[in-house]
């Protein structure tokens, strides 16, 4: 059983479209990151969010944290092609066992 | 520099090879941690250092074997692999404070490939 799940896996839109994608969970989060993954890098850390109810703003970015801390959403403005990559979501369960869980990430193809 | 480089990016070997992974970390952090990458499965964590002591291993097999010998590198020594081995090892470093739990820096990746 995946414990974040990520949606949709797979979107494909054009340049200055408005996207959305969703890392759910049925388990409370101490916190949770957003990371983005271009083809042939590592990850690279967006933001983290730690507070229910939360939004933070990055440019034309937007990510919100559920008022439960059980899920998270990533709101894309006017997609540009350099926006094209694996958006994975990361969470630190709520409790004493201080694990990372990942999800599987949603693969963004921004077409020009 | 950037922050944590790793090399090589790419490796293709046999099943009777043995081969390193580096990873070198430029940011000041003291734990470090390996991680593989495989289609259609989360990251896997494999190894966690902090101040040099390997404070995890997740269950991973013994033909990995990992190397701290200081803050700043990391090293993944590979020997008689299977080629189910193949995939993206990722190296990434973080503060100790932040042991496990995220505000990770990866490198670009080790793209492996056992045949």
């Known amino acids: 059983t995946q414990l974040l799940e990520q949606s949709p896996q797979f979107l494909s839109i054009q340049e200055g479209e408005n996207l959305t994608v969703y890392c759910n969970s049925s388990?409370?989060?101490?916190?949770l990151q957003w990371y983005r993954q271009e083809p042939g890098e590592g990850p690279v850390l967006l933001v983290t969010?730690?507070?229910g109810g939360e939004v933070k703003k990055l440019k034309r970015l937007t990510f919100q944290f559920g008022d439960a801390r059980k899920d998270s959403s990533l709101h894309i403005t006017a997609a540009q092609t350099g926006d094209t990559g694996l958006y994975l979501c990361?969470?630190?369960?709520?409790?004493?066992?201080?694990?990372?869980?990942w999800g599987l990430g949603t693969s963004l193809a921004v077409n020009p | 520099e950037t922050g944590v480089t790793q090399t090589p990016r790419h490796l293709v070997m046999g099943m009777t090879n043995k081969k390193s992974l580096k990873c070198e970390q430029h940011?000041?952090?003291?734990?470090m941690y390996w991680y593989k990458q495989s289609a259609k499965k989360p990251l896997e964590l494999m190894f966690v250092?902090?101040?040099?002591?390997?404070?995890e291993n997740n269950s991973v097999p013994s033909r990995f074997s990992p190397e701290c010998p200081n803050s700043s590198h990391l090293f993944l020594h590979l020997h008689t692999l299977q080629p189910e081995d193949s995939a993206l090892y990722l190296c990434?470093?973080?503060?100790?404070?932040?042991?496990?739990?995220?505000?990770?820096?990866f490198g670009e990746g080790s793209r492996l490939t056992v045949l």
């Open positions: 990434a470093s973080s503060q100790e404070a932040r042991l496990n739990t995220g505000e990770l820096f």
């Open positions: 940011l000041g952090h003291n734990a």
């Open positions: 250092y902090s101040l040099e002591e390997r404070v």
């Open positions: 388990s409370v989060f101490s916190s």
């Open positions: 969010v730690v507070t």
């Open positions: 990361a969470g630190v369960k709520a409790g004493n066992n201080r694990k990372l869980i």
